[in-house]
């Protein structure tokens, strides 16, 4: 009778280390490996549900200037030093700055994007921008980035969703980069709604592009 049970149990045990691994895999892949932040898909579910509760009122989405040449004159490994450092300074200044349920993540190469719940934007976008600006430690000399920051306002937003506001968010971000002459992979776009320029008084060269 043991061995009856013994030999049921092995395949019960085998589909339990099975879900372990899967959900470890799940877990992992909802998780940039470089930033440490979540992934776009992860994201854009919490943002919808926190979007349509009322529980924020911003999306930024932030792209770095001069990433390209840290790659080209220090290597891919400065590369994800700077992106790893954007990532940890990011998240602990939407953690502390953003409100209760803010939340952010890498969207894919050097762009980020958080969702926060903020009173006063120019200062909390001038704020991120003089974190982001500090140079990040790397042999030969330090790594220097500045961002293009773009913000939204929820409530301008007709029919407010995940995709609509990143959209939003998207537009004014590149409005900026265009603005400030850099050539981003849509610099030629612009934004289709009325906006207010916020600057980041510590670095002139950081700019955010709100809506009202």
């Not at 691994?21 to 854009?44: I, Y």
């Not at 958080?114 to 003089?130: C, H, K, Q, T, Y």
């Not at 265009?178 to 934004?191: K, M, P, T």
Request: hydrophobic fraction near 45%; proline fraction near 6%.
């Amino acid at each position: 009778m043991n061995e009856i049970l013994l030999a049921a149990g092995i395949p019960a045990a085998g589909w339990a280390v099975h879900a372990s691994l899967l959900l470890r895999k799940l877990r992992a892949e909802r998780r940039d490996p470089v930033s440490g932040l979540w992934t776009r898909r992860p994201f854009v579910r919490r943002a919808e549900r926190l979007i349509h509760q009322g529980c924020i009122t911003h999306v930024i989405l932030l792209d770095l200037d001069g990433f390209k040449p840290v790659n080209d004159d220090f290597g891919h490994p400065a590369g994800d030093a700077v992106l790893k450092a954007t990532g940890a300074r990011l998240h602990d200044f939407v953690a502390q700055h953003g409100g209760l349920h803010s939340v952010c993540a890498r969207l894919g190469g050097d762009e980020f994007v958080a969702a926060i719940s903020v009173e006063n934007l120019p200062r909390f976008i001038d704020g991120l921008a003089r974190d982001l600006a500090q140079p990040v430690p790397w042999p030969g000399g330090p790594l220097k980035v500045t961002a293009s920051i773009g913000a939204v306002h929820i409530a301008d937003v007709r029919e407010p969703s995940a995709s609509t506001v990143l959209k939003a968010a998207d537009d004014e971000m590149y409005a900026i980069k265009e603005a400030r002459g850099h050539s981003g992979r849509r610099a030629h776009r612009r934004a289709t709604a009325p906006t207010t320029r916020v600057e980041a008084v510590a670095q002139p060269a950081q700019e955010a592009r709100a809506s009202a």
